[in-house]
């Protein structure tokens, strides 16, 4: 692949934008959508969080181990959009803690960053490379 090509990918938006109360209302925790999605896109490899680690970095905002790094990049990076939702829907923890989660491993995938960002104070209206694209295609 042409690595000038493209743009490099662009982080969520700082957590100081994730301040009112859509962005910190808490999402009920189901264990099993969340295991799914791990087992899914960490499949053979031996360092993967569980349900519950992942709920409790993105509540307490603590720092996360480097070991989970790489695998949490892989799973944002190859996640779809439908297991996006699940995830959202299932993580236990609000949007805020879902950038922090983003920030904290550098998983910055593009259908990620615009889900995020679009919950932010401000929505998703940074101008981007791709706006009209991948932007439009959060639900595919």
Not at 17 to 33: K, L, V, W
Not at 36 to 58: H, N, V
Not at 93 to 117: C, N, Q, W
Request: some cysteine; charged content about 25%; hydrophobic content about 35%.
């Amino acid at each position: 692949m042409n690595e000038g090509f493209f743009p490099p990918r662009e982080p969520p938006l700082p957590l100081d934008y994730f301040t009112s109360q859509t962005a910190r209302a808490m999402r009920p925790f189901n264990p099993a959508p969340i295991s799914f999605i791990i087992d899914k896109y960490a499949a053979g490899l031996s360092d993967r969080p569980t349900a519950e680690q992942l709920r409790d970095w993105m509540n307490n905002e603590t720092p996360i181990h480097h070991k989970y790094h790489e695998t949490l990049r892989d799973i944002a990076a190859k996640m779809t959009g439908r297991d996006l939702m699940l995830f959202r829907q299932n993580c236990g923890a609000s949007i805020r803690g879902f950038a922090y989660l983003i920030h904290e491993t550098g998983a910055y995938s593009d259908i990620v960053v615009h889900y995020i960002d679009s919950w932010s104070d401000i929505g998703d209206n940074r101008p981007r490379w791709d706006r009209g694209y991948a932007g439009s295609r959060i639900g595919m």
